[in-house]
T-cell receptor, first 115, second 110 residues
Framework: GESVGLHLPTLSVQEGDNSIINCAYSNSASDYFIWYKQESGKGPQFIIDIRSNMDKRQGQRVTVLLNKTVKHLSLQIAATQPGDSAVYFC??????????????FGKGTLLTVNP | DADVTQTPRNRITKTGKRIMLECSQTKGHDRMYWYRQDPGLGLRLIYYSFDVKDINKGEISDGYSVSRQAQAKFSLSLESAIPNQTALYFCATEDNYGYTFGSGTRLTVV
């Protein structure tokens, strides 16, 4: 079956450094991708999304890059702060047409920011 | 109040017991989901509902049932709980801009 996976299960960075979290997807029909942040004891929270007609999208301190050729998604966090410590999930919609229902989630990457 | 509220937040139950996890939302969304989260496995879809009359199984529905009592309420039941159903359970609603998750229910079956 189709799957969404992450290259690294854990990532440790120094405060102020930039962080890059990677995600590989295998469903070529996916046209919508989302990054979620999950802090300890909380549900996942939306960070940023991107549609397949784009290869880059920027938010506040975050950038998502999409490489459809190699089916790779990345989340870049600039000037990482201790409050960024969390598990980050990528998700794909696995279908065409622009709907984002029935997301498939990756296993997550734990980001730890050291002061 | 939270947009998506799950109750209880924590629950310990015995093998064989019936238990219901409740979810309510104030966002007015038609689409609601139940996910299960296990360490190293990410979020897996149990059931989803696109409206009150539309209930669908997800990838791991065995051992679970759901009820969509109203647009705002979507409950998940374990008819006879077993230890491998110990997990963190999340309810979510969805609109065209993405999912909103509840804070989760941590269920332990002993």
């Amino acid at each position: 079956g189709e799957s969404v996976g992450l290259h690294l299960p854990t990532l440790s960075v120094q405060e102020g450094d930039n962080s890059i979290i990677n995600c590989a997807y295998s469903n070529s029909a996916s046209d919508y991708f989302i990054w979620y942040k999950q802090e300890s004891g909380k549900g996942p929270q939306f960070i940023i999304d991107i549609r397949s007609n784009m290869d880059k999208r920027q938010g506040q301190r975050v950038t998502v890059l999409l490489n459809k050729t190699v089916k790779h998604l990345s989340l870049q966090i600039a000037a990482t702060q201790p409050g960024d410590s969390a598990v980050y999930f990528c998700a794909e919609n696995g279908n065409s047409g622009g709907s984002n229902y029935k997301l498939t989630f990756g296993k997550g990457t734990l980001l730890t920011v050291n002061p | 109040d939270a947009d998506v509220t799950q109750t209880p937040r924590n629950r310990i139950t015995k093998t064989g017991k019936r238990i219901m996890l409740e979810c309510s939302q104030t966002k007015g969304h038609d689409r609601m989901y139940w996910y299960r989260q296990d360490p190293g496995l990410g979020l897996r879809l149990i059931y989803y509902s696109f409206d009150v009359k539309d209930i669908n199984k997800g990838e791991i529905s065995d051992g679970y049932s759901v009820s969509r009592q109203a647009q705002a309420k979507f409950s998940l039941s374990l008819e006879s709980a077993i230890p491998n159903q110990t997990a963190l359970y999340f309810c979510a609603t969805e609109d065209n801009y993405g999912y909103t998750f509840g804070s989760g229910t941590r269920l332990t079956v002993v």
